[in-house]
T-cell receptor, first 114, second 115 residues
Framework: EAQVTQNPRYLITVTGKKLTVTCSQN?????MSWYRQDPGLGLRQIYY???????DKGDVPEGYKVSRKEKRNFPLILESPSPNQTSLYFC?????????????FGQGTRLTVV | AQSVAQPEDQVNVAEGNPLTVKCTYS??????LFWYVQYPNRGLQFLLK??????LVKGSYGFEAEFNKSQTSFHLKKPSALVSDSALYFC?????????????FGAGTTVTVRA
């Protein structure tokens, strides 16, 4: 089954404790991105990757890191999480970076930083 | 710069009645428009997109949307709503002339269809 898989689905952590949210897709997609969803703000892009070893900042990159060493994986790293990073996070992938391709989303990771 | 506005936080309709979810957009270049739906505890699912061609686009689950360039709108419609259509709906836009392929989302509209 074609899908984008995120882990974990739920995570509660403490301020300053490094964490990684994994994202993997099995569709051989080139383009991957991370979003955070906050009430009243919709989805905002954190980082995106147009292909292996190519990543760039989205609208809200502060406090986050990403890497794209393999085509299928695009982990999101929070080196020192803070309470304002409490949010619902989505990973998405698209066949290519072209503007006319739709995105496939993971099921989300609900992160709480206390 | 690009942006999307969904003017209604919530839309409530009775089952069997027409459903409309409004979306307006702003882009510098050529608009590529998308609708996604999010069911509780699920990721976003693609419904339909407008890239070029016919202004009326048909998508999944009986939904359609009409692109109106002069009004910069891309409203989502369904002729006869079902209770199972209750969900959170997002409109999104990409600038077809941009090199970063950024997808910008609206704040979302919660649709409730009552039996």
């Amino acid at each position: 089954e074609a899908q984008v898989t995120q882990n974990p689905r739920y995570l509660i952590t403490v301020t300053g404790k490094k964490l990684t949210v994994t994202c993997s897709q099995n569709m051989n997609h080139e383009y991957m991105s991370w979003y955070r969803q906050d009430p009243g703000l919709g989805l905002r892009q954190i980082y995106y990757s147009m292909n292996v070893e190519v990543t760039d900042k989205g609208d809200v990159p502060e406090g986050y890191k990403v890497s794209r060493k393999e085509k299928r994986n695009f982990p999101l790293i929070l080196e020192s999480p803070s309470p304002n990073q409490t949010s619902l996070y989505f990973c998405a992938s698209s066949f290519r970076a072209e503007a006319n391709t739709e995105a496939f989303f993971g099921q989300g990771t609900r992160l709480t930083v206390v | 710069a690009q942006s999307v506005a969904q003017p209604e936080d919530q839309v409530n309709v009775a089952e069997g009645n027409p459903l409309t979810v409004k979306c307006t957009y702003s882009v510098s270049g050529n608009p590529y428009l998308f609708w996604y739906v999010q069911y509780p505890n699920r990721g976003l699912q693609f419904l339909l997109k407008y890239i070029t061609g016919d202004n009326l686009v048909k998508g999944s689950y009986g939904f359609e949307a009409e692109f109106n360039k002069s009004q910069t709108s891309f409203h989502l419609k369904k002729p006869s709503a079902l209770v199972s259509d209750s969900a959170l709906y997002f409109c999104a836009v990409r600038d077809g002339w941009s090199n970063d392929y950024k997808l910008s989302f609206g704040a979302g509209t919660t649709v409730t269809v009552r039996a």
